[in-house]
């Protein structure tokens, strides 16, 4: 699979992603070993976004060139996102690792979701 983190990167210029005057509601004490509570609650800020629909945080990031929209429509979507991917986890059996293992498959999920969003073969399911 080719590398394409250069262009993706190159499509965000001009881009902002300022979140002054917010911190991490629960910060990491060790990158390294994480609790399932860091993990589950990694984008959840203080104090609280502005409330509006999610869809409309999308909408003014694209619209603002602002990636902080983005990061509070995660921190409005974390605990739905994290529902989920607890109950494929459980389901499968996957419950029984550690936080770090958690962390990776709530990423791979989290990655999935968004790209399968763009692509066209997914758009077609789901029409």
Not at 36 to 53: G, I, S
Not at 81 to 87: A, E, Q, S
């Amino acid at each position: 699979m080719k590398d394409n983190r250069d262009k993706q990167m190159a499509q965000l210029a001009g881009w902002t992603w300022d979140l002054s005057g917010y911190a991490a509601k629960v910060p990491f004490y060790n990158a390294d070993d994480l609790t399932m509570r860091e993990v589950q609650n990694v984008f959840q800020l203080d104090p609280e976004p502005p409330q509006m629909e999610l869809n409309d945080y999308i909408r003014e990031a694209v619209r603002h060139k602002d990636l902080a929209y983005f990061s509070f429509f995660l921190h409005h979507f974390e605990k739905r996102l994290n529902g989920v991917i607890y109950r494929f986890l459980t389901r499968s059996g996957y419950d029984r690792y550690d936080p770090g293992f958690w962390t990776t498959s709530w990423k791979s999920c989290k990655c999935c979701c968004f790209a399968c969003r763009g692509s066209t073969r997914c758009r077609k399911q789901n029409s």
